[in-house]
């Protein structure tokens, strides 16, 4: 992919609460969008995958929805736990030849309130 | 995810000075990566390369340069060129040629500039 934005930058949720991120891409060629997870010091975590033929893929609390049309995919934690607080970046992939890569927003600051 | 490994954990350049950070696996991968992280910013490609002797730009390659002699062993060299330097560098790799599989990250190199 050529170009991932990533919103919001920041975000707060109330402990067992929802939280949403949304990211959306540039390169209509784009067939592979996974999520990580960064915890603080620590390296980035791959969490969740979509590829482009799948509308929503889930794994327990989270799941991943994406919009080929509209070209953005977003990231839905549910019953949010103090754990899940870290930075999560999304990402577009592009895939089957040498010039083929991962790109990554710009990242978000998730914080959960006790 | 042990079988990446990057080091120095810290480096410090002095003015004018080239310095390497070393990327290695035994994951048998074949797609390797070079990622910076800048605090509050996302993950920007550097350099990536799908085979062994070859590799591509990311979008931000000036004062770098890398080598891919080896699967296992991706080198990213800092050089003189790069004027902001001081960033946490992020190296990572993938089985399967092409960008649309997990990305397995190492622990990261902290390069200050002195």
């Known amino acids: 992919g050529e170009n991932v934005e990533q919103h919001p930058s920041t975000l707060s949720v109330q402990e067992g609460d929802s939280a949403v991120i949304k990211c959306t891409y540039s390169d209509s060629a784009s067939n592979y969008f996974p999520w990580y997870k960064q915890e603080l010091g620590k390296r980035p975590q791959l969490i969740i995958d979509?590829?482009?033929?799948?509308g929503e893929k889930k794994d327990q609390r989270i799941a991943v929805t994406l919009n080929k049309t509209a070209k953005h995919f977003s990231l839905h934690i549910t019953e949010t736990q103090p754990e899940d607080s870290a930075v999560y970046f999304c990402?577009?992939?592009?895939?089957?030849?040498?010039?083929?890569?991962?790109?990554f927003g710009s990242g978000t600051r998730l914080s959960i309130r006790p | 995810d042990g079988g990446i490994t990057q080091s120095p954990k810290y480096l410090f350049r002095k003015e004018g000075q080239n310095v390497t950070l070393s990327c290695e696996q035994n994951l048998n991968h074949d797609a390797m990566y070079w990622y910076r992280q800048d605090p509050g910013q996302g993950l920007r490609l550097i350099y990536y390369s799908q085979i062994v002797n070859d590799f591509q730009k990311g979008d931000i390659a000036e004062g770098y340069s890398v080598s891919r002699e080896k699967k296992e062993s991706f080198p990213l060299t800092v050089t003189s060129a790069q004027k902001n330097p001081t960033a946490f560098y992020l190296c990572a790799s993938s089985l399967g040629r092409g960008g649309n599989e997990k990305l397995f990250f190492g622990s990261g190199t902290q390069l200050s500039v002195l």
């Open positions: 979509i590829r482009s033929n799948v």
């Open positions: 990402a577009d992939g592009t895939g089957y030849s040498s010039a083929s890569k991962i790109i």
